[in-house]
């Protein structure tokens, strides 16, 4: 009988799992909800987004990883614990191998909290770790060992990691705790400001997948935004435009591309000679944004396109690297 071997990409906004033999099995939001007296946890993922913004007092609902790090330990445990449940059983006779998809930027504290969290989870020891940029690149079937460079842009819910990869490791790296969830935020708050409507994270969400563009769209979207109205208090409709919130992202946007320009600035000439060739890949679900290749190759002059299930990129990452233990073992660390 041989272990399970499961990578998890542990992202601010979902959790991919996975399962060697299978590929991905789960894809669910990094959400918990919690009794606030006990912090008994009550649902995790699904079940638990679907009472976000919604939920009583008598529930707390809780994104325990803020910018791809813990921020709630014990919700953290609690959330994995039940992933790894849901994938290898209850009760199973040996402890999964896990490797997981950490940020570049993460501090050894940070680390060393995701790698006690996998373990109190149910997680074999050691438990493995790879940066997600790396990840990333082996999930979207870049060919990172290669002596030639290749740049990653991840775009998550909370970080956004720019990479230059060659021989299986990370030559020049920049992370910005900005993604997805910033670009959300940034909607909100143009929507308060400019319509005077209060919106909730999914609303602004929604909006962002319906009608967002990081550049303006040929032909003008519109996307009908409910919230409450600041002056009354009460429930309201608003009408916002596909250029109002490409409007609304420009700022979050150009710190993405400040962070590309910083890693081409650093890279060796050869390097980037490879990248002008290749372009740029984008990955993560930010990714996702219309024309957001176009913006980049605007902006920096370098090809750009996005790699294929861009969401999957880091859970497959992590899953092919399980594999390949003897390639990347100095890369792919085992926590302390």
């Not at 992202?11 to 991919?16: E, I, P």
């Not at 040996?94 to 950490?102: E, S």
């Not at 390097?271 to 980049?296: H, N, P």
Request: aromatic letters at 4%.
């Amino acid at each position: 009988m041989f272990a399970r071997q499961i990578g998890i990409d542990l992202g601010t906004t979902n959790v991919l799992v996975y399962l060697r033999g299978r590929g991905i099995v789960v894809n669910e939001p990094s959400v918990v909800a919690v009794s606030p007296g006990d912090r008994r946890v009550e649902a995790v993922g699904d079940e638990a987004l679907q009472m976000l913004g919604r939920s009583a007092e008598s529930l707390e609902i809780v994104r325990p990883l803020r910018h791809g790090v813990i921020a709630d330990y014990f919700v953290t445990e609690a959330m994995l614990r039940y992933f790894i449940e849901k994938v290898c059983g209850r009760f199973r006779l040996l402890k999964p191998v896990v490797m997981m998809a950490v940020p570049a930027g993460a501090t050894g504290v940070e680390l060393r909290a995701v790698d006690e969290a996998a373990l109190a989870a149910g997680a074999r020891a050691p438990v493995y770790s790879i940066q997600e940029p790396l990840a990333a690149a082996i999930g979207a079937g870049l060919p990172i060992s290669a002596p030639s460079g290749n740049l990653i842009v991840d775009i998550g819910g909370g970080t956004t990691e720019v990479a230059v990869i060659s021989l299986n490791d990370v030559v020049v790296i920049h992370a910005e705790r900005i993604g997805g969830s910033q670009l959300d935020e940034d909607i909100a708050t143009y929507v308060r400001r400019r319509h005077n409507l209060l919106v909730g994270d999914r609303t602004t969400e929604e909006a962002k997948i319906a009608v967002g563009s990081a550049l303006p769209l040929q032909v003008t979207q519109r996307f009908d935004i409910r919230g409450r109205d600041v002056v009354s208090g009460l429930p309201r409709t608003a009408t916002i435009s596909s250029e109002e919130i490409t409007e609304a992202m420009r700022e979050t946007l150009m710190q993405i591309i400040a962070a590309i320009k910083t890693v081409l600035e650093q890279t060796p000439p050869e390097l980037a000679a490879d990248i002008v060739d290749k372009g740029i890949v984008l990955t993560g679900g930010g990714a996702l944004l219309r024309q957001l290749d176009r913006f980049v190759t605007f902006h920096t002059g370098v090809p750009c396109h996005v790699a294929e299930q861009p969401m999957d990129c880091v859970a497959l990452g992590t899953g092919l690297a399980l594999e390949h233990l003897d390639v990347l073992r100095n890369r792919s660390s085992p926590g302390a």
